[in-house]
């Protein structure tokens, strides 16, 4: 029985839609055998649900045009329907060919002068990026481990920080390998990652299509550069992929590693846990090696490892400070805790300077406040579940002071008239969202 036939069944007893069925069946035969590799995939990208699922996510995620310059906008004004449609007679025909990325280059949070090159392909590649990963993710994700938790469906950074809290609190493995992957989307081994996807995938048409985006170059300056290496870093399928290549290091770990200590990875950021210096330093040892059969290297100057007992030393993950913390309460108990990091705080810091710039002075105040309170509310519903509130009750500080200062400009006055005129009371009046009081407490859940 084929898995479209599956589908069917599992959607009209389940009631649930037919690409959603599609990779239940999916999942559920990559689960029972392990060992299986699935021939007829390509097929099933081109289907229209499929195609019509990926354009909605590409559409929810906007982003800029392509080297074609064509945007969403612009196939939403000619017609949806018929560019899917034409879509997918090219895949099916197979005169679907990738165009190469566009190259654009984005600043580090937190680190001014320094920039993420990333690829952003064209909307059509990303539709069909999209209907690819909706068609190989339930495979995969059948095979990946509970040591990996980025970009993976029903699991968060925050599952990953709560594991860290309760293997180094609870467990007493008080040495941390903060290990840093030197440029791991631009420096996969394409030949390594093909290798690894072809262990479950066999549909030739599917391998190629998948050859053709990791091929296709890149364009920035008016020259189009050939692509030795890499994931399209920027496009729908790109933290599938590097999953996929990165999921040797869970295996090794599980298969032996493990005797060293926990490991924790999400995407290409990874932390391992330990007993003691020695085996940090033979984790260290053995990651690198691992990594090295998929070109990829630990970078030498942001792997450190920190002796976390009794807070002698901390390390940043997913943008929080770790640190062990004695217990008021309870002197001589000592927790692992956490707050957002230094480059966190500055990059918050960053945004609302930009935000409350005097050049926005002849504008009404209730303009900035709206803006601030987008950022200030995303950045502080990740940041509070953790131990934070000394750090919100530090930025509820500065934005008092910048909107301060930002009226003062409008009213032609001198200094921050924050403690007398602009106080606390007239920036809730103005309804700025407050971050204190908005922690919560650590998340009761994590992966073993």
């Not at 840093?180 to 390594?192: G, K, L, P, V």
């Not at 290091?249 to 330990?274: F, H, N, P, S, T």
């Not at 930009?354 to 309170?373: G, I, Q, S």
């Amino acid at each position: 029985m084929s898995a479209d036939v599956s589908a069917r069944s599992v959607s009209h007893a389940t009631g649930v839609d037919r690409v959603r069925a599609l990779q239940r069946v999916l999942y559920r035969c990559a689960k029972q055998d392990q060992d299986r590799r699935f021939h007829a995939l390509h097929d099933k990208v081109a289907r229209s649900d499929v195609m019509r699922r990926a354009w909605r996510e590409v559409r929810a995620n906007r982003g800029a045009p392509g080297v074609d310059g064509v945007s969403i906008d612009d196939v939403e004004r000619l017609g949806v329907d018929e560019f899917l449609d034409e879509l997918a007679a090219k895949l099916r025909t197979g005169r679907y060919r990738p165009r190469p990325l566009r190259r654009v280059r984005i600043p580090k949070p937190g680190k001014p002068g320094q920039f993420r090159p990333l690829g952003i392909p064209g909307v059509a590649d990303r539709v069909v990026m999209a209907a690819a990963k909706i068609v190989l993710e339930p495979i995969f994700e059948a095979d990946f481990l509970p040591t990996s938790y980025g970009f993976r469906p029903g699991r968060s950074a925050h599952h990953a920080l709560e594991t860290i809290r309760q293997t180094v609190t609870w467990r007493g493995q008080q040495w941390a390998l903060d290990a840093d992957i030197r440029s791991c989307f631009d420096e996969i081994d394409h030949d390594a990652l093909l290798a690894q996807i072809g262990r479950r995938v066999c549909d030739r048409r599917m391998l190629k299509l998948l050859g053709g985006w990791l091929r296709a170059g890149v364009f920035e300056g008016g020259i189009v550069s050939a692509t030795e290496a890499g994931t399209p870093q920027g496009s729908p399928i790109s933290p599938l992929l590097a999953n996929i290549a990165l999921h040797v290091l869970d295996e090794a770990w599980q298969g032996g590693g493990r005797r060293l200590g926990e490991l924790v990875k999400y995407a290409d950021d990874l932390v391992i846990l330990c007993a003691n210096r020695e085996q940090a330093e033979q984790a260290r040892e053995q990651a690198a090696a691992i990594l090295d059969g998929i070109g990829l290297r630990l970078h030498p100057d942001k792997t450190r490892i920190a002796d976390l007992s009794r807070g002698a030393e901390g390390f940043e993950f997913l943008g929080f400070e770790h640190r062990m913390c004695e217990s008021w309460k309870q002197p001589g108990r000592w927790y692992l805790q956490k707050w957002p990091s230094r480059r966190a705080m500055g990059s918050i810091r960053a945004k609302i300077r930009a935000r409350t710039d005097r050049r926005y002075a002849r504008l009404p105040l209730e303009w900035a406040v709206e803006d601030l309170n987008r950022i200030l509310r995303g950045w502080g519903n990740y940041f509070r579940y953790g131990n934070s509130a000394r750090k919100f009750d530090q930025i509820d500080a500065y934005v008092n002071e910048r909107l301060a200062l930002l009226a003062s400009a409008k009213h032609w006055l001198r200094g921050r008239n924050w403690t007398t005129r602009f106080t606390y009371e007239w920036v809730n009046q103005l309804g700025v969202y407050r971050l204190g009081g908005t922690v919560r407490p650590t998340l009761a859940y994590a992966s073993r």
